[in-house]
């Protein structure tokens, strides 16, 4: 049987629980992502896509239901756990791409490897050959100001991959690029975690890029249903 990478089980969460302004996102979503797995999350925004990748990734905690990540449930973990958990084995990328402004494209790369414990000249190589596969190994000493949007967001891509996580979860990942450059950008996203046999869960209202994935599942109503 091949590998589960990430196991969401009954998940539900409610904002303002018992206010008027209560809002029950997520009703009880189940859903298993297999190692080597890229599958694309489509729903309209406001269905709650966000709040179930920060679920998926350790960043927000659910109200009931169960979270695995790499065959460990991280039921009634301590936060300590969890931040080591989401560190090694969870990389996330977001619309906007959310590099530090003072340090390098490179540095940028090689920080969260040295909170990961790694030496600084292995994190170094790592982060060259990360900028490499994404074709902007030459902008490893600019700083995300000087980048255009396109290379700004493969910067935040091999962030994510740095620590050479078991799943990438992906907010949007293209939204803020025009259509060209979203095309180019996924490409390289997709070679990426292609060829290092990542499981990814791809949140997109891009039915063209969801089409590339492969699966497809829709946030309705607060379930997950498969399309
Ligand atoms: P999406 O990513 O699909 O656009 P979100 O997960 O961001 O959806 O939000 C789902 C719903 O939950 C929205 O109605 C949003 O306004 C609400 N919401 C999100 N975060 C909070 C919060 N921290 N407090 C209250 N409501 C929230």
């Given at each position: 049987?091949s590998?589960?990478?990430?196991?969401?089980?009954?998940i539900?969460?409610?904002?303002?629980?018992?206010?008027?302004?209560?809002?029950?996102?997520?009703?009880?979503?189940d859903?298993?992502?297999k190692?080597?797995?890229?599958?694309?999350?489509v729903?309209?925004s406001?269905?709650?896509?966000?709040?179930?990748l920060?679920?998926?990734?350790?960043?927000?905690?659910?109200?009931a239901g169960?979270?695995?990540?790499?065959g460990?449930?991280?039921q009634?973990?301590s936060?300590?756990?969890?931040?080591?958990v989401?560190?090694?084995?969870?990389?996330?990328?977001?619309?906007?791409h959310?590099?530090?402004p003072?340090?390098?494209?490179?540095?940028?790369?090689?920080?969260p490897?040295?909170?990961?414990?790694v030496?600084?000249?292995?994190?170094d190589?790592?982060?060259?050959?990360?900028l490499?596969?994404?074709?902007?190994?030459?902008r490893?000493s600019?700083?995300p100001?000087?980048?255009?949007?396109?290379?700004?967001?493969?910067?935040?891509?091999?962030r994510?991959?740095a620590?050479?996580?078991?799943?990438?979860?992906?907010d949007?990942?293209?939204?803020?690029?025009?259509?060209?450059?979203s095309?180019?950008?996924?490409?390289?996203?997709?070679?990426?975690?292609?060829e290092?046999?990542l499981?990814?869960?791809?949140?997109?209202?891009?039915l063209e890029?969801?089409?590339?994935?492969?699966?497809?599942?829709?946030?309705?109503?607060?379930?997950?249903?498969q399309?």
């Amino acid at each position: 049987m091949s590998e589960t990478v990430l196991q969401l089980t009954g998940i539900e969460k409610v904002y303002n629980r018992g206010a008027p302004n209560e809002v029950h996102v997520l009703r009880g979503a189940d859903l298993t992502v297999k190692r080597g797995e890229v599958v694309a999350l489509v729903a309209p925004s406001g269905a709650g896509k966000s709040t179930l990748l920060h679920i998926a990734g350790l960043l927000d905690t659910p109200d009931a239901g169960t979270v695995d990540i790499g065959g460990q449930s991280m039921q009634g973990r301590s936060d300590r756990k969890r931040t080591a958990v989401r560190r090694s084995d969870v990389g996330f990328v977001y619309q906007f791409h959310h590099l530090l402004p003072e340090f390098t494209a490179l540095e940028n790369i090689v920080l969260p490897q040295l909170a990961n414990g790694v030496a600084r000249g292995a994190a170094d190589d790592r982060a060259l050959e990360l900028l490499d596969s994404v074709g902007i190994k030459d902008r490893a000493s600019h700083r995300p100001g000087a980048l255009s949007g396109g290379e700004q967001q493969r910067v935040a891509f091999c962030r994510a991959m740095a620590n050479t996580p078991k799943l990438l979860l992906a907010d949007e990942p293209t939204g803020n690029l025009d259509p060209e450059t979203s095309d180019r950008v996924f490409g390289a996203l997709m070679r990426l975690v292609r060829e290092t046999g990542l499981s990814a869960l791809v949140a997109t209202h891009n039915l063209e890029l969801a089409g590339q994935m492969d699966r497809r599942i829709r946030l309705d109503g607060g379930y997950l249903r498969q399309d």
